[in-house]
């Protein structure tokens, strides 16, 4: 009361004001975008880095995200390099195995040559890290030791047509793959890497050519 005896009037308790909570798909969609970031970030940074020349700090940096944010995503720099080098590989695979088969064995090898190339070069920090993390990390090497049967197996059903049909003279299939398409796997991995293919043909546009001209060659294929 105030000095008159009259009372004070009282407005009722405002009620608790609750923290407003987002909605779950919000969370998981802001999860999956930082994952994402995190991924371009370490595929970003091993296009002008070797593997142990930058960090998990550098990685999540790259991301605009703290180190915290990265440890909820991946237990550490391998297995995000782990991660990088599994989609590298599966998108690498569906391009090697998409190309149609020309109609002779001297087409089918141009196209075929080109469709590795290029899937090599799509990705092309995927694939360095993939090559790069291949010599240390048994499970990576064993990726690429898969991805490669894949491409020997491919190749030699192609040979084997060709042997049947008479296109080309008998020779030792399995031997012959394996040299020709090493011969491809180090032109690609060499010139994501280095400059040694530089001021050569091979260095001008995708280098199919010169490479297929190679397997030409080697098969003893006419003109």
Same mark, same amino acid.
Request: with cysteine; hydrophobic share 45%; proline share 5%.
């Given at each position: 009361?105030?000095?008159?005896?009259?009372? &004070?009037?009282?407005?009722? *308790?405002?009620?608790?004001? #609750?923290?407003? #909570?987002?909605? *779950?798909?919000?969370?998981?969609?802001?999860?999956?975008?930082?994952?994402?970031?995190?991924?371009?970030?370490? #595929?970003?940074?091993? %296009?002008?880095?070797?593997? *142990?020349?930058?960090?998990?700090?550098?990685?999540?940096?790259?991301?605009?995200?703290?180190?915290?944010? &990265?440890?909820?995503?991946?237990?550490?720099?391998?297995? @995000?390099? !782990?991660? +990088? $080098?599994?989609?590298?590989?599966?998108?690498?695979?569906?391009?090697?195995?998409?190309?149609?088969?020309? *109609?002779?064995?001297?087409?089918? @090898?141009?196209?075929?040559?080109?469709?590795? @190339? %290029?899937?090599?070069?799509? %990705?092309?920090?995927?694939?360095?890290?993939?090559?790069?993390?291949?010599?240390?990390?048994?499970?990576?090497?064993?990726?690429?030791?898969?991805?490669?049967?894949?491409?020997?197996?491919?190749? !030699?059903?192609? &040979?084997? #047509?060709? +042997?049947?049909?008479?296109?080309?003279?008998?020779?030792? @299939?399995?031997?012959?793959?394996?040299?020709?398409?090493?011969?491809?796997?180090?032109?690609?991995?060499?010139?994501?890497?280095? $400059?040694?293919?530089?001021?050569?043909?091979?260095? %001008?546009?995708?280098?199919?050519?010169?490479?297929?001209?190679?397997?030409?060659?080697?098969?003893?294929?006419?003109?």
């Amino acid at each position: 009361m105030n000095a008159r005896g009259e009372a &004070f009037a009282t407005s009722p *308790p405002a009620a608790p004001v #609750r923290p407003r #909570r987002r909605a *779950p798909g919000r969370r998981r969609g802001d999860a999956a975008a930082t994952r994402a970031n995190l991924l371009e970030s370490a #595929r970003a940074l091993v %296009d002008s880095r070797s593997v *142990p020349e930058f960090t998990v700090d550098d990685i999540a940096a790259g991301a605009g995200v703290s180190r915290a944010a &990265f440890y909820m995503h991946f237990e550490n720099k391998l297995a @995000i390099c !782990q991660e +990088v $080098a599994r989609t590298s590989q599966s998108a690498f695979m569906a391009a090697v195995t998409s190309f149609e088969r020309g *109609p002779d064995l001297r087409a089918t @090898i141009l196209a075929g040559v080109r469709a590795y @190339i %290029d899937g090599f070069r799509t %990705d092309r920090p995927g694939m360095r890290m993939t090559f790069e993390l291949a010599y240390a990390e048994p499970t990576v090497r064993e990726l690429v030791h898969s991805t490669r049967t894949t491409v020997y197996g491919l190749w !030699q059903v192609e &040979f084997t #047509r060709a +042997v049947a049909s008479g296109e080309c003279a008998p020779f030792d @299939i399995p031997l012959v793959t394996r040299l020709l398409v090493g011969m491809l796997e180090t032109f690609c991995v060499r010139t994501t890497r280095t $400059a040694e293919y530089s001021g050569t043909s091979a260095a %001008d546009g995708d280098g199919a050519a010169v490479i297929s001209e190679l397997w030409f060659r080697a098969l003893l294929l006419e003109p």
